[in-house]
């Protein structure tokens, strides 16, 4: 490893501002069961499926359809 570095033509990384945050989001069960089975039908992992579907809406504006019982 060397003492200095020399950072003088480094460029900003480009993916920083599409970084993902965590946060903790509770779901039901059957909503976590039904992306699991999606993911293994598809191979994509069940998490990724939950944010593109959620991207998807967003960009979309779609909004929920709530029926109050």
Not at 43 to 68: F, H, M, V
């Amino acid at each position: 490893m060397r003492d200095e570095y020399d950072f003088s033509q480094s460029v900003p990384n480009p993916y920083t501002q599409s970084l993902k945050k965590q946060i903790t989001i509770r779901l039901e069960e059957d909503v976590i069961n039904y992306f699991k089975t999606l993911a293994s039908e598809t191979g994509i992992p069940y998490q990724t499926l939950i944010n593109l579907y959620l991207q998807d809406c967003a960009k979309s504006q779609r909004k929920p359809s709530l029926e109050w019982v």
